[in-house]
């Protein structure tokens, strides 16, 4: 079961230059969220897609934005990168809320994301 | 105040120890509680869910106290596979905000 595949594992970009992050969960999954995790702050949820259709901005939205292509594809994109979006970014899903009490999420493998 | 508090540690313990790592929440709302595990750039992956009433899997053990707003993780007869970064997680089932805590590492030795 691949469960949730995150595109790319590594990038580098010069400060300015955009790129898209790609997820793609195979768990017939209603939910879908981005996250970034940066040293002593923890996980933090950028956007998320309650279900096919629609998104809404978590905690720290500034500098991206996202789209929901169907129910197994949630993409992030980077407009204009700047060094403070170096971090490692996470994909994850889960079923709607209220039917995911005890199943939580199931996250992809991260992708390694520095801007210089 | 975050919303969800965790000691960073290091936890160092010996094989076969018990160890207990406590999360504080401060949003009395919150209703779901998660422990996840993560280990050295990977991947956060569910441990287990917190209920009210306490659950256990195997050597885990997961309490809830809402008058004081922790939630606690026990972990008996610690192996060195349990080496990890543990981490809490709070929220309001319905909406789709769960807060993580920064994470409590735990170091098993031989």
């Known amino acids: 079961n691949a469960g949730v595949t995150q595109t790319p594992k590594f990038q580098v970009l010069k400060t300015g230059q955009s790129m898209t992050l790609q997820c793609a969960q195979d768990?017939?999954?209603?939910?879908m969220y981005w996250y970034r995790q940066d040293p002593g702050m923890g996980l933090r949820l950028i956007y998320y897609s309650a279900s096919e259709g629609t998104t809404d901005k978590g905690e720290v939205p500034n500098g991206y934005n996202v789209s929901r292509l169907n129910k197994r594809e949630f993409s992030l994109r980077l407009e204009s990168a700047a060094p403070s979006q170096t971090s490692v970014y996470f994909c994850?899903?889960?079923?709607?809320?209220?039917?995911?009490?005890?199943?939580?999420?199931?996250f992809g493998s991260g992708t390694r994301l520095t801007v210089v | 105040r975050k919303e969800v508090e965790q000691d960073p540690g290091p936890f160092n313990v010996p094989e076969g120890a018990t160890v207990a790592f406590n999360c504080t929440y401060s949003n009395s709302a919150s209703q779901s509680f998660f422990w996840y595990r993560q280990d050295c750039r990977k991947e956060p992956k569910l441990l287990m869910s917190?209920?009210?009433s306490g659950n256990e899997d195997g050597r885990f053990t997961a309490q809830l106290n809402r008058a004081s707003q922790y939630i606690s993780l026990l972990i008996r007869d610690s192996k060195l596979s349990d080496s990890a970064t543990y981490l809490c997680v709070g929220g309001n089932s319905g909406t789709y905000k769960y807060i993580f805590g920064t994470g409590t590492r735990l170091k098993v030795l031989a």
């Open positions: 917190v209920y009210s």
């Open positions: 994850a899903s889960s079923e709607s809320p209220t039917e995911s009490r005890g199943r939580g999420y199931t």
């Open positions: 768990m017939n999954h209603n939910s």
